[in-house]
């Protein structure tokens, strides 16, 4: 018998060992015998969004999408997209005027507006919202037929004015909780659809209707920093002959060229914050402007100076006069949108302005601290700190928080 010979006889030995160790071995050996009783499972999976809405506890909800044309708006979607549906509960409902009755007397359209806006355009992962630091902007159905906002576009750090979109800030609580606007939502938990989340909610959210500045001209608590501003726009426009528009606080307005918003939070100083600092009328502030004012620069065709007034007010709008400018000028900021969940101090490492590694990045100037029901705002090394009074009032520029002081830099000289 030859070598080849013998190895293949000790081969197929061997493998005949294996085949009969193999048989030898059942399954049932290796498998845990079950204990207890079997857990009732419901797939809510077996529906898509929308089915699922239809047979939730939800019914004045459910009542509002059936009278309006929702069904039409989501059958138009590719088949592909996902979404999250914000279901306000039926107490909530009727609180808002959505009963029976309020929703039979409602038009379609306004049903449209209000339901637009609980319903985002991707699938909610509880998972991911777990690990984000702050409220991250979801965009919604729910976008403006006449208002535009700038937007930087994927590669770019230029901003191109895109439609308004009305957004829903959302980030998870300690126990898990949805939480909308830098507001708890309640502790119901989601329900899972093949094509995304129905997430219960405890109260009807309100989109923005006013202009920042609009709002703030109509509340009396903030009369002085209107006042302000409209000396300061009046000044400004003779000083520039209407050919420069002033950039001060333009997150408050919408932009004089083309109509654009810029979303961003604003420190509101309240009538009570200029009075702490010394200032009670406009003339007192008036007077302060007078240290150095705008000009033309006739050699050059430019706008030098600012107004005293831009400097107190600076960290108010997030010390963006203070970011880092390149030799083609200053980068675009990011959108810092910010609710009172979000004030705390993990901000302090968030960058303020876009930049491709040429621009050096320009970081959250202040300091944020929130405890025993209160948040308190002040610099690194400063010694005046303010209290929000009044947080998360919605704009379509963004969230405005009331402040008791102002935020003064180091370097100015008060009266």
């Not at 705002?377 to 928080?401: K, W």
């Amino acid at each position: 018998m030859n070598t080849t010979t013998k190895h293949t006889i000790r081969s197929a030995f061997f493998a005949c060992l294996m085949l009969l160790a193999a048989a030898a071995c059942r399954k049932e050996e290796f498998q845990q015998q079950p204990h207890g009783e079997p857990m009732p499972y419901a797939d809510t999976a077996r529906h898509d969004v929308r089915g699922l809405l239809a047979v939730s506890p939800f019914k004045l909800f459910d009542a509002a999408w059936r009278r309006s044309h929702m069904d039409e708006l989501m059958a138009s979607k590719p088949p592909s997209m996902r979404f999250t549906i914000l279901a306000v509960d039926d107490a909530a409902m009727t609180a808002a005027g959505f009963s029976a009755a309020g929703i039979a007397a409602a038009s379609p359209e306004t049903l449209d507006s209000m339901l637009r806006f609980h319903v985002l355009v991707e699938a909610v992962d509880t998972t991911a919202l777990r690990l984000q630091t702050r409220n991250v902007g979801k965009k919604t159905l729910f976008e403006s037929t006449t208002l535009q906002e700038m937007l930087n576009r994927v590669g770019s750090n230029v901003t191109y004015p895109e439609p308004y979109n009305y957004r829903q800030f959302i980030s998870a609580g300690a126990d898990g909780e949805l939480i909308v606007n830098g507001k708890h939502t309640g502790s119901r938990r989601p329900l899972f659809a093949r094509n995304g989340v129905v997430w219960p909610v405890n109260r009807v959210l309100e989109f923005p209707r006013q202009h920042a500045l609009d709002y703030l001209a109509s509340d009396p608590r903030f009369s002085l920093f209107v006042a302000l501003e409209h000396w300061c726009d009046s000044v400004w426009t003779e000083a520039s002959w209407g050919y420069f528009q002033r950039t001060t606080f333009s997150s408050l307005r919408p932009n004089m060229s083309n109509g654009a918003i810029q979303q961003e939070m604003f420190l509101a100083p309240t009538n009570e914050a200029f009075a702490a600092a010394g200032f009670r009328t406009l003339e007192d502030l008036v007077n302060l402007n007078m240290r150095s004012l705008p000009y033309m620069d006739m050699d050059w065709f430019e706008m030098r100076n600012g107004f005293v007034t831009d400097t107190l007010l600076s960290y108010h709008g997030l010390g963006r006069m203070y970011a880092p400018v390149g030799s083609w000028g200053p980068g675009a900021g990011s959108m810092a949108v910010f609710f009172s969940s979000d004030l705390n101090a993990s901000l302090s490492g968030f960058v303020l302005n876009v930049t491709d590694g040429l621009l050096p990045p320009y970081y959250m100037p202040l300091v944020f601290s929130s405890g025993n029901g209160k948040i308190t705002i002040r610099l690194p090394a400063g010694t005046h700190t303010a209290t929000v009074t009044d947080a998360d009032i919605r704009t379509l520029e963004g969230p405005i928080h009331a402040v008791d002081r102002l935020i003064v830099p180091a370097n100015l000289q008060l009266p």
